[in-house]
């Protein structure tokens, strides 16, 4: 089981935009087994994503996408930073980082 979890910080004012295009880009995506999106408390621009996927081939698969892509590229209008990305491997023992 891979977890992957991105902190995606957005131009001011630009949170609706980004969160009408999670949505578009979810509804397109059936490779994830969960996926949540949280906004920080302490600062509403910036958004946590949770996604689980089952191995590394279907993450390349998904990134690979053509919905993925433009998902990528109507991101890059609202980004303030570049996204952080962090990505867990679980095996039976626990975790790795």
């Known amino acids: 089981m891979i977890e992957l979890n991105v902190l ?3 131009k001011q004012y630009r ?4 969160l ?4 578009k880009h979810i509804e397109n995506s059936h490779c994830s087994i969960c996926h949540d999106i949280f906004k ?3 600062d509403p621009r910036k958004f946590v994503t ?4 089952p191995d590394d081939e279907v993450i390349i698969k ?3 996408s053509e919905h993925f892509q433009l998902f990528l590229r109507e991101l890059d209008e609202v980004l303030e930073e570049p996204i952080d990305f962090k990505k867990y491997i679980y ?3 626990g975790s790795d980082k």
């Open 20 to 23: 009408r295009n999670v949505d």
């Open 40 to 42: 920080r408390t302490y």
């Open 91 to 93: 095996n039976s023992a």
């Open 62 to 64: 998904h990134y690979e």
């Open 50 to 53: 949770i996604e689980y996927r």
């Open 15 to 18: 949170e609706e935009d980004y």
């Open 8 to 10: 995606i910080h957005i």
